[in-house]
């Protein structure tokens, strides 16, 4: 009950950023994106699935990530109806929601591999954000670029201090549920 | 799933034990094969042979990625295979390490061979991009995807090393010795193996996901030539990582003097406050030093060149100290019998010693403005690499393959020895010799007042290889009796 | 295993198509790329409109040979002069080699833009009338303009804008059949004599 009101509220609050998303791609990308992950996860955590899908929902997760990691899909989900839709359908129930069902299956290699991943492509579009020569998206002003690149550079830190500062004192879920999934991806 | 009982020193890791030696059989190959190039390259230099200058640059990109790739690859497999005596390592794991590896250079090969990419190890933006019609884009992007799958071959790696050790000594910051040095108790205090691991996990893979970052930004170049990157952006980022990996080679290799040499001298290589504040120095300052690269770059905030210049002596120093004299006393007086292992594994220590000395040298910046694109640098670490990690690979790999009923050297072992030192040194000593008279490095045809040391090169760079060419045969031969 | 491995493989295939979808073959990862990618593939046909020049005629937008279109406001301080300068270029290249195709900067700030401000503008970056000249559409047409050659223009909070520049090219059947960087002076003739 908490978990679904909890769904609800993220998307919720996805929504009211709406108005604010024209003229900020922090807010677009850096706030009103995880919100709407976190709506599709929050909604799904907890759920079983069969372990046989476990594989096609992680790349259904991460396809749907680069697919809004593109420029064009952030200038498209401002110009275009049919893109401005899909982004509140596909983050939740293409991103979020397959995340959450299949983490749990999810062997501590290939976990720690997608968190390096993913540190390492936000530090990618940190690079690319704050010195591309050109305007990456049309629908923003330069300055702003450059702030979201900052964001990006903020976001991995930030991620990088909360996965590894547990690893550092040894106390990751990952161990204690090693022995019950002994399998994994590329073990 | 290896047998091996978690901390008990004396079982070793059988089940990892023949997929190790592979490796190092795959290495000693490559090693060989790059040693060739090189002295195809001096030869050509030197007016001994005929090189066309495009295919000298060919060479030189191969020979860069090649050996940077069988040090890091023969390292990850001493690492794996001694730390294997203390964790409950997967052997699935190092097979896909070793899988993507391979993949890596497959794909590195056929950029620069069929794809005609000459840009260097480094692939220093813009240079992939602007060939001038040498390669097509496709080929960097090529080169830069085998850099992509030994990143994450590695990644692999260290993750799987980082979850056990983490396990099996209370997090990280146990591994690392750091709960020890920082007042803790020496309960349950990890062997000078674990320290080393813990130690490289850290920095490179940092280095890992810095150098991940900046690969993809060069491949989105060379798709979208638009995306430019800020150039000192991008060799900050490719030098750090560079820096990191090229480091983490002989780090890890050195965990094999830690664990054979004990096995001579019958005494045990402690961990000592001092050991693992020293290995705290390499986590910490490897990272920062690589602004010696760039004391060129006049762009540079000021700041960062001093950190370069002290952060040289501060990054090597310590454990390279610690280590040489640690290894030293370990030695004195123990009555050790010198075979060919423990020969070549001393003789890594002290390369790696010496090979640092004209590194700080040239980390210094008034020097760096004159000496950094001349020879002196190759001749820095080509000592460090060819007297100091190959030789430590060649002395594990003599280990593995050791008869235990002979404890001395035969004639064999010792002329081998001798002339892989002395080619090896006279080699190393000619690119040192040309960089003080400012002979330029990377240049494929040189002058004829070069030439000289150029041919003088040539002529020990084919000692050491044919030092090189017994040690691998030997190796192979020593595998083939072992295994029925 | 195997259990395992085909939904996994499906998927995996899947999803490159999509991300192929999406970045029109790998050739496109932003709007502007994409504009480029799409225009070249399915050219777009273009309303005609009429344009007042910067001499004070009125000129049909598009006619029987291609036309070079950029959009620009005279009083930008910074792109629109850079490109200024790359379209007298690209006259210059274009008529050493034999080629003469009406040119137009668009002024997409039309009520500001007036006759002497479009002149001084033309004046400034060479344009002599002919090939090259200097116009702006009437305001009522200049949404559907915008629209059809996706250009992208938001207030920079300076009381200036930012927009997405470009070399547009209208073919000889009034379509939208290309868009080139500002100094891709070489693909734009390539592209110009294809399209005679």
């Not at chain 1, 997760?61 to 680069?66: E, N, S």
């Not at chain 2, 790059?34 to 030869?43: E, K, N, P, Q, S």
């Not at chain 2, 020097?367 to 007297?387: D, E």
Request: with cysteine.
């Amino acid at each position: 009950m908490i978990r679904l009101a909890s769904a609800a509220a993220a998307f919720l609050a996805a929504c009211l950023a709406q108005p604010w998303v024209a003229g900020d791609p922090v807010v677009h990308v850096l706030v009103q994106f995880p919100l709407l992950a976190a709506a599709g996860y929050l909604l799904a955590i907890g759920q079983r699935v069969p372990p046989s899908l476990t594989g096609p929902l992680l790349v259904v997760a991460l396809t749907t990530a680069a697919i809004w990691m593109l420029p064009r899909s952030v200038d498209a989900a401002l110009a275009d109806t049919g893109w401005h839709l899909a982004k509140f359908v596909t983050l939740p129930l293409g991103f979020g929601a397959p995340l959450a069902l299949c983490w749990p299956t999810i062997g501590p290699i290939l976990r720690g591999f997608l968190k390096a991943q993913s540190v390492s492509m936000l530090l990618f579009l940190g690079f690319l954000y704050t010195h591309a020569p050109v305007r990456i998206c049309n629908s923003y002003l330069v300055d702003d670029q450059v702030r979201l690149g900052l964001g990006f550079v903020w976001a991995a830190l930030a991620l990088t201090a909360i996965w590894m500062i547990p690893v550092l004192f040894g106390r990751m879920p990952e161990i204690a549920k090693e022995e019950r999934y002994e399998f994994s991806r590329h073990g | 799933m290896t047998t091996a009982s978690i901390g008990n020193e004396t079982a070793i890791a059988s089940t990892q034990a023949p997929v190790v030696k592979l490796t190092m059989l795959l290495s000693g190959v490559v090693f060989l094969l790059m040693m060739v190039f090189g002295l195809i390259m001096r030869a050509a230099q030197g007016g001994l042979i005929e090189l066309d200058p495009e295919f000298f640059y060919l060479l030189l990109t191969a020979h860069g990625a090649g050996m940077v790739g069988s040090a890091a690859l023969s390292g990850a497999a001493i690492l794996w295979y001694f730390s294997a005596r203390y964790l409950d390592l997967r052997g699935g794991i190092y097979l896909g390490f070793l899988g993507l590896f391979l993949l890596g250079v497959v794909l590195i090969l056929g950029s620069i061979f069929v794809g005609g990419y000459g840009g260097a190890w480094t692939f220093l933006f813009p240079l992939p991009a602007l060939s001038g019609g040498l390669w097509e884009a496709g080929a960097a992007v090529a080169f830069c995807l085998g850099y992509v799958a030994i990143g994450v071959g590695f990644l692999l790696y260290y993750l799987e090393l980082g979850l056990k050790i983490s396990a099996r000594y209370r997090g990280l910051l146990g591994g690392l010795g750091w709960r020890y040095l920082f007042g803790g108790s020496d309960a349950d205090l990890p062997p000078p193996t674990i320290i080393a691991a813990s130690s490289v996990l850290v920095f490179n893979t940092i280095g890992i996901v810095f150098g991940a970052a900046v690969l993809a930004a060069s491949i989105v170049n060379l798709l979208f030539p638009s995306f430019a990157v800020d150039p000192l952006l991008a060799k900050n980022a490719i030098y750090f990582f560079g820096h990191v990996f090229i480091n983490a080679t002989i780090y890890m290799a050195i965990t094999a003097v830690y664990e054979i040499l004990p096995t001579y001298t019958g005494r045990p290589w402690k961990t000592t406050r001092v050991f693992v504040g020293a290995w705290a120095a390499v986590v910490i300052f490897v990272q920062a030093v690589y602004f010696h690269h760039l004391l060129q770059d006049v762009n540079m905030p000021a700041w960062t060149l001093a950190v370069g210049q002290i952060v040289s002596y501060a990054s090597g120093i310590p454990l390279i100290g610690v280590t040489v004299f640690s290894l030293a006393v370990y030695i004195k007086g123990s009555g050790l019998k010198w075979d060919l292992p423990v020969s070549l594994l001393t003789l890594g220590v002290i390369g790696w010693g010496v090979g640092v000395i004209p590194a700080i040298v040239d980390g210094m910046v008034a020097v760096n403005k004159l000496m950094h694109n001349t020879q002196w640098v190759p001749g820095h670490f080509h000592t460090y690499l060819l007297l100091g990690e190959v030789a430590m690979a060649f002395g594990f790999a003599a280990w593995l393959v050791r008869d235990a009923a002979r404890q001395t050297m035969s004639g064999l072992d010792k002329l081998v020895f001798r002339a892989y030192v002395l080619g090896g040194a006279g080699f190393t000593l000619i690119f040192l010799w040309s960089g003080a008279s400012s002979i330029p490095r990377r240049w494929a045809v040189h002058y004829e007042d070069w030439q000289f040391q150029s041919q003088l090169a040539s002529v020990f760079a084919l000692v050491v290889i044919l030092a090189t060419t017994v040690l691998v045969l030997r190796y192979a031969i020593g595998l083939l009796r072992r295994s029925p | 295993m195997i259990r395992h491995l085909i939904p996994t493989s499906v998927a995996v295939c899947l999803g490159v198509a999509a991300l192929w979808q999406a970045t029109d073959g790998l050739r496109a990862i932003t709007a502007e790329g994409a504009r480029r990618v799409q225009v070249a593939d399915n050219p777009q046909p273009v309303s005609q409109v009429m344009l007042e020049t910067m001499q004070g005629d009125w000129r049909a937008l598009h006619g029987p040979s291609p036309t070079l279109v950029e959009f620009i406001y005279t009083t930008c301080p910074t792109i629109c002069q850079a490109s200024g300068g790359d379209f007298a270029e690209l006259r210059d290249h274009l008529s050493q080699a034999g080629l003469s195709v009406p040119m137009y900067s668009i002024s997409f700030d039309p009520e500001v833009d007036d006759l002497s401000a479009l002149q001084s503008y033309g004046e400034l970056h060479t344009a002599t009338g002919a090939p090259w000249t200097i116009a702006r559409p009437v305001p009522a047409d200049l949404p559907q303009l915008l629209k059809t050659f996706q250009v992208t223009v938001i207030p920079d909070g300076w009381g200036g804008y930012e927009h997405n520049i470009a070399v547009l090219l209208i073919d000889a059947q009034g379509r939208f059949a290309g868009a080139f960087d500002t100094r891709a002076f070489d693909d734009i003739r390539d592209a110009v004599e294809a399209a005679l």
